[in-house]
């Protein structure tokens, strides 16, 4: 099949495919002059779906060459999102280039950019599914999040974020850390603070250590009706006024 055009909902692509039905086997190269991600996501949410709310509008080259397997074609993609929102937060411009060796993928760039801020994402991924992510993002600003904002107080600072994503694509163990610092909450200065997560599909399980150790918590956050719940909180010369 060559040339191919076609369109699906605000989505374009143009094609050229060849389907070798004796050997099982697909060839194509291709372009999507201009994408949604919603539309993206909509064809692939039979075989997974997206845990969290993630849009915007991107263009993409791709080449695909394998088996009648995904988890076993090589491919190359490249491709940039613009003005996009992940999770309530926005971000101006996000690129990713992904190459894959019979189903060993590698991500060979992948970066988010907000104003003068970077997420930068690297890792693999196997045939049998099994991925291994690491997300790193340095010095964001807290008055640039849009979830602060919501909060309703002036709020600065910056933060560092490291994530890892390690086990099968489905239910992936999450871990993330991560460091607040240089924090101003209404005119009033904080010491740093630090924060761990773990992600799974029944609980989050963390702890925090806030304001240079005058607060410390543990907490279980139940996902799911049978998983439990936990709070441990711990204050030490913690003068609560200063938020008031």
């Known amino acids: 099949f060559s040339k ?72 190359d993609i490249d491709t940039t999102i613009f003005r996009g929102m992940a999770v309530g937060e926005s971000f101006d411009r996000a690129e990713a280039h992904l190459i894959s060796e019979s189903g060993e993928m590698k991500i060979q760039k992948a970066k988010i950019t907000k104003n003068k801020s970077e997420i930068n994402v690297t890792g693999l991924s196997h045939p049998d599914g099994k991925i291994n992510l690491n997300v790193v993002g340095k010095r964001f600003p807290l008055e640039e999040s849009e979830n602060i904002s919501k909060l309703g107080a002036q709020i600065s600072g910056l933060v ?47 702890n925090t250590n806030l304001f240079a150790g005058q607060l410390k918590s543990e907490f279980i956050l139940p996902l799911q009706d049978t998983a439990p719940f936990k709070l441990d909180v711990n204050a030490k010369d913690w003068n609560y006024t200063t938020l008031f």
């Open 4 to 75: 191919m055009t076609g369109k699906i909902n605000s989505t374009t692509y143009s094609a050229n495919v060849d389907v070798d039905l004796n050997k099982k086997r697909i060839a194509a190269t291709g372009t999507l002059p201009q994408y949604e991600l919603t539309d993206v996501f909509s064809i692939f949410e039979r075989i997974y779906k997206m845990p969290v709310e993630i849009t915007g509008t991107g263009k993409a080259q791709l080449k695909v060459e394998g088996p009648f397997q995904i988890g076993k074609l090589s491919y």
């Open 160 to 206: 560092d974020v490291d994530m890892t994503l390690q086990g099968h694509i489905l239910a992936a163990e999450t871990k993330m850390k991560g460091r607040i610092y240089q924090l101003n909450v209404e005119d009033q200065d904080f010491p740093a603070s630090t924060f761990e997560m773990e992600f799974d599909p029944r609980k989050i399980t963390g």
